[in-house]
């Protein structure tokens, strides 16, 4: 594993789950970390931990991206400190289970806000400044639901397949420039997503469980080789690759009963 010096990584979502072992992972790399979420309280304490652990700079911003504001307050904030992000993990997220109308519109917008709308915001901007100084790295965190309608996560699916297609098209518009984009696309796994999205974990989901190290590993094993996408864990491969044989409606049935408690 080459080790680095002197360059900063946003991981932003860094308060738990894949946010935290990012953070972890790209300390261990040497970068200089700035970590980003609502609650400071667990940031800080993983800030403390990477500072003892691998002498790297941490620095905490509590800031709510869920909001139409949020991206360009982070912004501020760090050009405030003259801070140059060389690796953007854009990990921020959550999802909403249940039927599409059974949830109030204002919960459904601000997932769509944080998803798609904050993570554009924050990879345009940086990949512009990574543009000018021809180098750096963005992750999109995605999901195995982008790649298939998946009721009871309509909105939260469909989310994911922007995330999926826009991460992939800049993979190549950027490659010229210096720039890698990648795109990880998790399958069920043990962070807090199931707690937030008010879901009971299914008998499928609980057989396909991955850890979240490990999965965050690979996403940055693909970013920093330049690989445009990857899915984590052999089932979630056959997954996605069992559906170019069954018609996109006959898909939707099935991830649907899947989905269902």
């Known amino acids: 594993m080459e080790k680095v010096s002197g360059k900063w990584a946003l991981v932003t979502g860094a308060s738990s789950g894949f946010g935290q072992d990012f953070a972890a992972l790209l300390a261990e790399r040497g970068y200089d970390l700035v970590l980003?979420?609502?609650?400071?309280?667990?940031?800080?304490?993983?800030?403390?931990?990477l500072r003892s652990q691998?002498?790297?700079?941490?620095?905490?911003?509590?800031?709510?991206?869920?909001?139409?504001?949020?991206a360009d307050a982070l912004m501020a904030t760090l050009a405030a400190q003259n801070i140059q992000i060389e690796t953007l993990i854009n990990n921020a997220g959550f999802g909403v289970f249940g039927e599409f109308t059974g949830h109030p519109y204002a919960k459904t917008e601000e997932m769509l806000q944080l998803n798609m709308?904050?993570?554009?915001r924050l990879t345009h901007a940086f990949a512009q400044?990574?543009?000018?100084?021809?180098?750096?790295?963005?992750?999109?965190?995605?999901s195995i639901g982008g790649y298939q309608a998946t009721p009871f996560y309509a909105a939260?699916?469909?989310?994911?397949?922007?995330v999926l297609l826009l991460g992939e098209a800049l993979n190549v518009e950027m490659a010229k420039y210096g720039v890698n984009v990648s795109v990880l696309?998790?399958?069920?796994?043990?962070t807090g997503f199931l707690d937030v999205s008010g879901q009971k974990a299914t008998l499928y989901q609980r057989l396909m469980m991955m850890q979240s190290r490990p999965v965050a590993e690979i996403g940055l094993k693909a970013l920093f080789a330049g690989k445009p996408s990857v899915i984590p864990g052999i089932m979630n491969k056959l997954t996605i690759f069992s559906n170019r044989f069954a018609p996109r409606w006959l898909q939707a049935k099935i991830a649907g009963a899947l989905m269902k408690n």
Do not use: C, F
């Not at 980003?36 to 931990?49: D, F, G, K, W, Y």
């Not at 400044?129 to 995605?142: H, T």
């Not at 696309?185 to 043990?190: Q, W």
């Open 117 to 120: 709308m904050t993570l554009t």
């Open 54 to 70: 691998h002498h790297v700079q941490v620095k905490v911003i509590a800031q709510d991206l869920g909001s139409a504001e949020g």
């Open 185 to 190: 696309s998790p399958g069920i796994t043990a």
């Open 129 to 142: 400044q990574m543009q000018q100084r021809g180098e750096g790295q963005i992750l999109l965190v995605a």
């Open 156 to 162: 939260y699916s469909a989310s994911k397949a922007y």
């Open 36 to 49: 980003v979420a609502r609650r400071a309280a667990p940031m800080e304490t993983l800030a403390t931990q």
